[in-house]
């Protein structure tokens, strides 16, 4: 979520810049306000949009069908050890 506010700032910013240099406002002090604010904006995407995208949770994985036991025979003898087997 914090990446997509980032890259709406910085697209509001760029468009912010570019209504500034076509209508001829673009002066000195215009231009110390905005590299401020791209300072700020590029400070701002390295303390929060980082650790978002290192940090993100693992998906969870999608429920597996319950796996059946296999069948088994019952009461047959053992010829090795001359017993029953119980499974």
């Known amino acids: 979520m914090l990446v997509r506010i980032y890259e709406t700032m ?3 910013y760029a468009v912010t810049v570019l209504a500034i240099v076509t209508t001829g406002n673009f002066t000195m002090f215009t231009s110390v306000v905005l ?6 904006l590029t400070f701002m995407g390295i303390m ?3 650790p978002v995208i290192i940090a993100n ?3 969870p994985n ?3 069908a319950p796996v059946e036991a296999p069948a088994t025979r ?3 003898k053992v010829e090795a050890f ?6």
């Open 10 to 12: 910085w697209a509001l």
């Open 35 to 40: 590299g401020f604010i791209a300072c700020t």
């Open 48 to 50: 929060s949009v980082p």
């Open 57 to 59: 949770p693992a998906m």
């Open 62 to 64: 999608p429920a597996k």
């Open 74 to 76: 019952t009461g047959t």
């Open 82 to 87: 001359g017993v029953w087997k119980s499974a």
